[in-house]
């Protein structure tokens, strides 16, 4: 790919289905300081989890045009189910660079684990569509994956709700079968979880090592920059400088968060999703 020195100074564009990426934004805005982010969050659609594979190449194909439209340099599906199913797609669809969140997570905790054993805690579309243990299987096939779908978690994330009594009893729920496995390492596959993660961290003790693809997805977005001069410092690096779309309710995302990431997000779009989704798995 080439690319002109032109390009530097434009935003990077990320998306999710609502305030999950923001783990990922906040990941960037630490790495990459200078940078200029322009985030979609999904926040009608959301949960992604429960939709099926052409729901999800529909909406990321959807947001992604959107971003490209708002003349991104690069995009971040800053969601593991879109990431799963629909990467290559968007790949061949768009002459940008387009980087998903599970080879990443996958590289770092491939390093991490000792005993060959790696739990993956996700939503129920990323566990089915197995891309972690395929990414396993290419990078080394002697390490086995255990994939754990945890459906309640997202609700709970999206509400705020990350340190009530229901959110420990779904972390014991969940990470209980993965233990049973005897897991050393466990992905945060899903984008929201790291907002749980002093749940997991207390469930899991010290002997477990948890690994946020947030990591290696930026450092990966870093590389692609540099490579390309593509690289911008110039521009202010908080969450309030940033610039958010929503096809929900923006002062809920505001609020929500807000509260999530300790700081007061900018200004707040509403856009509405054009795509013709079916019903949920889950809605029957
Ligand atoms: N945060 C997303 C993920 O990483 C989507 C969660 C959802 O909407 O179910 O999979």
Do not use: W
Not at 37 to 66: H, R, S
Not at 168 to 180: G, H, K, S
Not at 205 to 218: H, N, R, Y
Request: net charge neutral.
């Amino acid at each position: 790919m080439n690319f002109r020195k032109t390009e530097a100074s434009k935003p990077i564009g990320m998306f999710d289905s609502g305030v999950g990426g923001l783990t990922i934004a906040a990941e960037l805005l630490k790495e990459l300081p200078g940078e200029k982010i322009i985030y979609f969050g999904d926040t009608a659609n959301v949960p992604y989890g429960e939709k099926d594979e052409p729901q999800l190449i529909a909406l990321a194909d959807t947001i992604t045009y959107f971003l490209v439209q708002k003349g991104v340099k690069a995009v971040v599906d800053a969601c593991n189910s879109t990431s799963s199913v629909a990467l290559d797609y968007l790949r061949e669809r768009y002459a940008l660079p387009i980087i998903g969140v599970i080879e990443p997570g996958v590289r770092e905790a491939l390093e991490k684990t000792k005993n060959g054993r790696i739990g993956v805690i996700a939503t129920t579309a990323t566990v089915m569509s197995r891309a972690h243990e395929r990414t396993t299987r290419k990078l080394d096939p002697s390490v086995q994956v255990f994939g754990q779908a945890c459906p309640k978690f997202v609700p709970l994330v999206e509400a705020g709700k990350i340190s009530c009594k229901e959110a420990e009893a779904a972390t014991r729920e969940y990470l209980e079968p993965l233990m049973e496995r005897e897991i050393d390492t466990l992905i945060l596959g899903c984008t929201h979880y790291p907002f749980l993660s002093h749940l997991i961290k207390k469930f899991l003790g010290p002997e477990v090592s948890i690994v946020d693809p947030a990591v290696g997805t930026i450092k990966e977005l870093k590389e692609i920059l540099e490579r390309n001069n593509m690289r911008n410092i110039s521009l202010p690096s908080g969450f309030e400088e940033q610039e958010y779309y929503v096809s929900g309710d923006p002062a809920l995302f505001k609020e929500v968060g807000g509260k999530l990431v300790g700081t007061s997000l900018g200004r707040i779009y509403q856009v509405p999703i054009s795509v013709k989704i079916k019903k949920d798995r889950s809605a029957g």
